[in-house]
Nanobody
Framework: ADLVVESGGGSVQAGGSLRLSCEASGFYRSYCMGWFRQAPGKEREGVAALDKDGSTKYVDSVKGRFTISKDKAKNTLYLQMNSLKPEDTAMYYC??????????????????WGQGTQVTVSA
């Protein structure tokens, strides 16, 4: 089965760093991946995505602080989060789907979601 599993969340103070990992398995052809988050009472939003040519897309609020990358050999997507702010507190999700449109942070384009990993940033 197509599966994505996140890890690496936790609690940090403002200004701290965390690295999230997402391992994908079972995908039998080219697929795209991205990072998303959902804070309590808010809609899920796209955070970062990686295109096949290596280009990246970020939501404005994390530009310059978060970095998305991928280890193709390990089928693992990463999100390095630096200079974390309390407003970054959310459940972070990894998502994947088949396609040639990689680089999107639009939630409806992804059908395979992980269970999420909690990130809590205290002031």
């Amino acid at each position: 089965a197509d599966l994505v599993v996140e890890s690496g969340g936790g609690s940090v103070q403002a200004g701290g760093s965390l690295r999230l990992s997402c391992e994908a398995s079972g995908f039998y052809r080219s697929y795209c991946m991205g990072w998303f988050r959902q804070a309590p009472g808010k809609e899920r939003e796209g955070v970062a995505a990686l295109d096949k040519d290596g280009s990246t897309k970020y939501v404005d609020s994390v530009k310059g602080r978060f970095t998305i990358s991928k280890d193709k050999a390990k089928n693992t997507l990463y999100l390095q989060m630096n200079s974390l702010k309390p407003e970054d507190t959310a459940m972070y999700y990894c998502a994947a789907d088949y396609g040639s449109w990689c680089g999107s942070i639009w939630v409806p384009e992804y059908n395979y979601w992980g269970q999420g990993t909690q990130v809590t940033v205290s002031a």
